[in-house]
């Protein structure tokens, strides 16, 4: 053995060396980084260190200086595939780099002693989850994840792929100083304050995982505490070391007594009989040695026949902390074989093993960088990589999840994962933010459309199509001219002649698409289409908004001198003008603009309606609106225009093109003397100030509603009118046991709700009802009887509405939300606060539906009868509701205990799967009430995000349930078809076919390979497997 302490190796600072907290080697070897105080991450290569004694070594020493904190660097890491590079800071920021091929375009900073960079490292992301300190770091052996731990006591897992936050681990109760991963890829283990190791279960998420799909992943297994009981609270770390054969752990800053010691704990049974003593001071960092060793060199004594070693191996374990001694231990001995005392001048921060098992690279917080190079054969003699593997397989480690059941269930798993390296790629991009999600391959709703062709498994992306050139460029750059001298010259065009031409190098602004800018006034998507030319400017477009009107004063009549003129302009601030208006003659101030009659009468209360008598024996009272003197309905179900003109969402022009119902209620005195002889209400339907016809009520009108098909109103006595476009009464009058306070109208559904809380349904084109009148009391009374100590107030009807199949939808002032079945004549509960605060899908939607396109080759420019397009489910009946609950219940403070007792249930025992258990029943729920409510879209994104969920969870009752609920009629045609019979039974959902809907489910489960002997056999029936086939054969051919 022989110490390497290179003077050149250090972070240098003026007046003395940085404290160095932390290093690693590079998968290959090649690379040692660093990082210390000075806020660098320093990348050495490890051939210099070895070589520093050589006086002939002429190569480069530090490769790379990178410096993106703010703060000290506690932990860097190299990933195990050798591609990144992570480190954690105080500055609460985890850097990820990545090696950049090309050379580096800058040269050391101006005014430093840095070196110029040899390699090209630069930030990939940085990743912002801690609220404070980040102690250590660690990567999974297979690069799926990063682990950061820190002082906030939460250990973050990072994807290894998109680096998104996957989940935030909060069971340790105090700061958690150290993190080490299980060879076999199924544990990790991280150790804290709070005098614990925790040992955390996990499984490799995919490279297009999401936080739902790995809510039941990465789960708390076990937790030690024997060995941390009485552990000092003074080390600046507890990194823990896994062995390479799998089977053990060491657990650094461990007591035996008053002793300090390090604790090996078995795998498994997790208990930690083994003590390492002999350390006088607490231990800060332990590492195993990566290579496997056996005490004998490898000869023909003990080797088998198949060349495999018959020797015992034994893993080599270093241990070092505040007494700054460093000590290697092997498991053949029951001492340590090696022990060096005084290695530094203060504690030792890190220790970190090249490849090879025999070099031992040391860290401490004195600035010193050393290098432990052991001779051959004195740790042992290495045992093969093989011997290694070997140990692992016996937990697990390169074994797939379940057993592929043959040739079908890994053509039906490729096919499953066709689309997730275009969809990682479009999913870092939408991370990221530099818009590359939005120039992807877009994923067909509902079609199952054939992708590239495949080469070597991997997709070849299309190049990008340029845009057609212009003719007026090609005629620009082609223009001859002919000189004073008789010579023909092609004239030079300049940059700028063909700005307006062709796409300008700025950046272009990611435009929402124009399908949903036609959407009904209850879209919740509040967006300027900027695709569309917009007229709100002023007379005069935008100079005039931008400069003003240079028009002239005009002559006011008795103002000869200019005396309002120079006023105006004195009054007008500096840079700003005086507020003036435009007449004929010129501009003239507001004062002097002559009052226009106002065509449209502002609506005003007139009284309270008549109330029913029936209201005083009623268990349901509902407010009745007060009678006023106008009231307006356009045909489109818009805002109707202000009365002045002007629109007051764009500020320009009203719209005139709408049909308008206006009801005028008799505002004047009764013209016999008799106050119950008023004049007849009037019925008017403009359009662009001509009327189309007239009608008049002999009672005052409550309210009106009305779409393409009809125009309905409601009088105050009960009854309901209703007329075509045109005019012509559709039906006699509809007398109700009440005065009407809520109607609403969709497609021919005509709804209308009384004050004595009945409900009435109608369809207006067949003249029939889909069930009898029903009444709210159900849902009105549900929050009178709770629990509590004394009454608490009825909750009140936000919005009550109907949706394009008739289906009566309630939003409550307590957050619920109710439908009618007018299949099982009961009310049902669609939204409610538990979910809000229980399930992880609250207010979310699935992260492929902004790729989703509509199953037909044009979508709609209109959402046509409330048919919510793909593009825009939130404006979907049940995400209204799920608003609505957030508005009422979160958002004004009620759930405040709710959220104390959800938060309280998670860490009790007996409550681990609740979180999951809720989130699955929410997305039920879900899928449940849009077959209900007949919401075609949302029903396949629901029953995709349902799927995704009990797949990635392996609930294998669950999805064989519903793989056979969808495929009954499958079976049931092929039955038909051999005995020559007609189907009886209905093969769609919710307008989608079950054949097209378990083509997509089977698609999405096929890549777990646990549920594939559920799944192949559905994929045979489907001949998905077959199509599959036939590509292949096809690519082959080609």
Known sequence: MHLIKPLWLNHPGDLKDFEVYSCHVSPDGSRLVTAAGDGHVRIWSTEAILSSANPEYTKPKQLAAISHHSGTIHAVRFSSNGKYL???????????????????????????????????????????????????????????????????????????????????????????????FDPANKYFATASDDRTIKIYRFTSPPPNATPQDQVNNFMLEHVITEPFALSPLTTYFRRCSWSPDGAHIAAANATNGPVSSVAIIARGTWDGDINLIGHEGPVEVCAFSPRMFHRDPPGPDNMDASGNSTQHSVTVVACAGQ????????????????????????????????????????????????TMVFEPGELGYPASLHENEKSLSKFGAGRRVGIVEGTDALLLEESSKAGEARAVQGRMGALMGDGGASHSAPITNGTNGTGPALTNGASTPAAPTEPPADQRVEKLKQRVTVTKDGKKRIAPMLVSSASGIGESSLPQTQLVSATTSGARSDNPHNILDLSKPYDGFPKGGLASMLIGNKRKFAEIEGDEARQVERRLLNSARPGGAAIVLNGENGVIPPAAASSKPVDAEASKVLRPALVNP????????????????????TMDGSEPPATNGVDHTTGGKAQEDNVLLEARNATGPSRTGRPQDHDPARINCTKKGQSLWQDFLP??????????????????????????????????????????VIMDCR???????????????????????PHPPISLAPILDAATHTQGPHLTRSPGIIFARLNSEGRIVVAMSNGDGYTYSPMMYVWQRISEPWWAVGSQYWNTTDSSVGNLQSSSDKAPVKEIDDQVSVENVSAGIIPMLERNTTNQFLLQGRAFYLQRLIKALISAEGYESFEACVSVAHLENRVAAARTLGAREEFKIYLTMYVKRIGAEGMKGKIEELLRSLTGDLLAEEDDSSNGSAKTKEDTICGWSKEELLREVVLILGKHRDLQRITVPYARLLGIVHERQDDQAMITEA
């Open 614 to 633: 029936a209201l005083s024996v009623s268990q349901v009272r509902l407010a009745v609106p007060k009678l006023r003197s106008v009231i307006v309905r």
């Open 323 to 370: 007494d700054k001694t460093l000590s290697i231990w092997n498991t053949s001995y029951a001492r340590p074989f090696i022990i060096t005392q005084e290695l530094a001048m203060k504690s030792i921060s890190d220790l970190a093993w090249a490849p090879n098992g025999e070099t031992l690279f040391i860290t401490s917080l004195d600035g010193s960088i050393m």
């Open 86 to 180: 992570a480190s954690g800071a105080d500055d609460k920021i985890v850097c990820v780099y990545q090696l950049d091929p090309h050379a580096p375009t800058h040269v050391s900073t101006f005014g430093s002693n840095e070196p110029p960079p040899i390699e090209n490292w630069r930030v990939l992301r940085r990743l912002i989850g801690h609220d404070n300190d980040v102690q250590d770091l660690g990567w999974s052996h297979d690069s799926s994840i990063l682990v950061s731990v820190g002082l906030d006591s939460k250990v973050v897992v990072w994807s290894g792929h998109t680096f998104e936050k996957l989940k935030t681990l909060s069971n340790h109760q105090s700061h958690v100083k150290g993190i080490t």
């Open 747 to 769: 497609g021919w559904w005509l709804m209308c709700i009384t004050a004595v809380g009945m409900c009435y349904v109608w369809n207006l084109q067949t003249m029939c009802a």
């Open 699 to 740: 009672k005052s009108v409550l309210l009106v509603t009305g779409n393409v098909n009809f125009f309905a109103a409601t009088c105050e006595d009960g009854s309901v009118y209703a007329w075509s476009p045109a005019g012509r009464r559709v039906l006699s009058a509809l007398v109700m046991e009440a005065q009407p």
